[in-house]
């Protein structure tokens, strides 16, 4: 990675971004992916203590539907790695049991989503349950992976070069993501993804603009995805001070 790099937002929303980095090395892109899946620590649902249980699932089944609730991760709470936070839930039926049914003893801590069915209760079944929520990491289980989502591509540039030659028919030219043209960024979408669509009677060159990727990111709602892009340059960060810090012994 040089010290000469520039952040572009195609998109930006709460739980999603496109965004384009330039001056950054195929190396430190796919480093930057494998940390936002694997480094950055979220709240999930580890332990269930069931005080009942009538519905038609078992104990093991709920637990793993609990464990897969994404809860929200505040940065401000400052969690260390296996702290707990605990959680209840009791739901009697005719009725269906969802996330947002879970009460948690941190304010800061919530269900990120509070209609994701948990189980449906018929008649004079309940669901009672208590759970601790660990802070933990993807690379030890998937459920601690607050990037539902997190891939990358070249930019690719696309230059016209000449007219179509007479009589030739042009033929569809698909390609995804995003595309620099004129000095623009512009979205596949906005054309059906087909260069010939934009550039009708056209024969245009495409190249990968290099040490420039778009990343395509989404969260599960454990926190905001500029939060899960700075926790995994932290990590990064972290770990090349940890190894210099080593090297130098």
Known sequence: MTE????????H???????????VTPAFANGLRRAMLADVPTLAIDTVRFIENSSVMFDEQLALRLG???????????????DTVTLSIDVEGPATAYSGDLVSSDDLVQPADENIPIIDLKDNQRLEAEADAVFNRGKNHAKHQ???SAGYRHLQRVTVVDDLPEFEEQESRIIRGVIEA?????????FDNDLSNRYPGKQVEVEDV?????FNIETDGSFPVDELVTR???SIAARATDLEDAVQL
Not at 182 to 190: K, W
Not at 210 to 214: D, T
């Open 146 to 148: 607050g990037a539902v």
């Open 210 to 214: 290099p040490n420039a990727f778009v």
């Open 182 to 190: 004129d000095g623009e960024l512009i979205q596949t979408s906005e």
């Open 4 to 11: 000469d790099y520039d952040v572009e937002f195609v998109e």
């Open 68 to 82: 897969l609730v994404p809860l929200t991760t505040p940065p401000e709470a400052e969690f260390a790695e296996d």
């Open 232 to 234: 995994a340059a932290d």
């Open 13 to 23: 929303e709460d739980r999603y971004a496109r965004f384009l980095v330039r001056g």
